[in-house]
């Protein structure tokens, strides 16, 4: 079946510093990907997506690669704000055997002033 | 444009009660999902429906969960009765697109419903 692993968190970070999420995946054939982030007290967002290999997802100075050679969609932020603060998914569509998006566990980032 | 919009934000309720959440998705979408989010399972589909039809229950964890959709501007998910287990973090979301299709979704704010 189709699975989403994330890195475990919490993560908390200094303002400025450089943010990486891990995330592997297992799917057949060629599955889109995507980060979802989940601020405090709110519904998930799409943050980014990718639909091929090598695709390189971008938003809010974001950015995710799609590597099928490792089956990984890394999630990395150059220097984070506070604003940054909150639960990012990773997760998956594979359409050749499910329509269902399937998650990771979540990670939550933590940003201090 | 309001949003997918879910009641109540909160939730607290003794074991046994019946327990009703409401979802009013974006105007124009013609699918819905029901979500249930806890800690140790997660974000998990309950329920998919397309054009106000459920599609997919197979996420539905047993027969105390039921769930509606009589119009395309309403849905309902109703737990009789609720157990301490079923105490989690309930979202909506909407989308527009092809059955069984992936189109972008759009999640309410969600419920957290707690049974004592």
């Known amino acids: 079946g189709n699975s989403v692993t994330q890195m475990e968190g919490p993560v908390t970070l200094s303002e400025e510093a450089f943010l990486t999420i891990n995330c592997t995946y297992t799917?057949?054939?060629?599955?889109?990907l995507f980060w979802y982030v989940q601020y405090p007290g709110e519904g998930l967002q799409l943050l980014l997506k990718?639909?091929?290999?090598?695709d390189k997802g971008s938003n809010k100075g974001f950015e995710a690669t799609y590597r099928k050679e490792t089956t990984s969609f890394h999630l990395e932020k150059g220097s984070v704000q506070v604003s940054d603060s909150a639960v990012y998914f990773c997760?998956?569509?594979?359409?050749?055997?499910?329509?269902?998006?399937?998650f990771g566990a979540g990670t939550t980032v933590t940003v201090r002033a | 444009d309001a949003g997918v919009i879910q009641s109540p934000r909160h939730e607290v309720t003794e074991m046994g009660q019946e327990v009703t959440l409401r979802c009013k998705p974006i105007?124009?979408?013609?699918?819905l999902f029901w979500y249930r989010q806890t800690m140790m399972r997660g974000l998990e589909l309950l329920i998919y429906?397309?054009?106000?039809?459920?599609?997919?229950d197979s996420g539905m964890p047993e027969d105390r969960f039921s769930a509606k959709m009589p119009n395309a501007s309403f849905s309902t998910l109703k737990i009789q009765p609720s157990e301490p287990r079923d105490s989690a973090v309930y979202f909506c979301?909407?989308?527009?697109?092809?059955?069984?299709?992936?189109?972008?979704?759009?999640f309410g704010p969600g419920t957290r419903l707690t049974v004592l």
């Open positions: 105007s124009g979408h013609n699918s």
């Open positions: 429906f397309n054009n106000n039809v459920p599609i997919d």
């Open positions: 799917a057949t054939g060629y599955p889109s």
């Open positions: 979301a909407s989308s527009l697109g092809q059955l069984l299709s992936y189109n972008e979704q759009f």
């Open positions: 990718a639909t091929k290999a090598d």
């Open positions: 997760a998956l569509i594979n359409m050749s055997n499910d329509y269902k998006l399937s």
